[in-house]
Nanobody, 119 residues
Framework: QVRLVESGGALVEAGGSLRLSCAASGRTFRTYAMGWFRQAPGKDREFVARIGWSGGRTSYADSVKGGFTISRDYAKNMVYLEINSLKPEGTAVYYC????????????WGQGTQVTVSS
């Protein structure tokens, strides 16, 4: 199993930027894909971004394209989510997740980090 710990959430003003971090441990980092999800108050959790095991393929939800960037650092076993031009609708708990078996559901989740965007 993979253990994931997110950090970097904060209260920021609209238009600001933030970098979320996710530390992974427990399994060889370069063998699985990673994703970011978010859950806004009163809404279901939604997909935000994904990065493949090799780091060469990324994908994003349409709602965040152009404003979010996912990356991973193999030396540090870290995954990052850069968020630019934050909007109030970006207020949510952000989770990172590991997809240890290709083409299946994400099977390991962090505890989440809160991002609050003030207008």
């Amino acid at each position: 199993q993979v253990r994931l710990v997110e950090s970097g959430g904060a209260l920021v003003e609209a238009g600001g930027s933030l970098r979320l971090s996710c530390a992974a441990s427990g399994r060889t980092f370069r063998t699985y894909a990673m994703g970011w999800f978010r859950q806004a108050p009163g809404k279901d959790r939604e997909f935000v971004a994904r990065i493949g095991w090799s780091g060469g393929r990324t994908s994003y939800a349409d709602s965040v394209k152009g404003g979010f960037t996912i990356s991973r650092d193999y030396a540090k076993n870290m995954v990052y989510l850069e968020i630019n031009s934050l909007k109030p609708e970006g207020t949510a708990v952000y989770y990172c997740a590991a997809q240890t078996v290709p083409s299946t559901q994400y099977d390991s989740w962090g505890q989440g980090t809160q991002v609050t965007v003030s207008s």
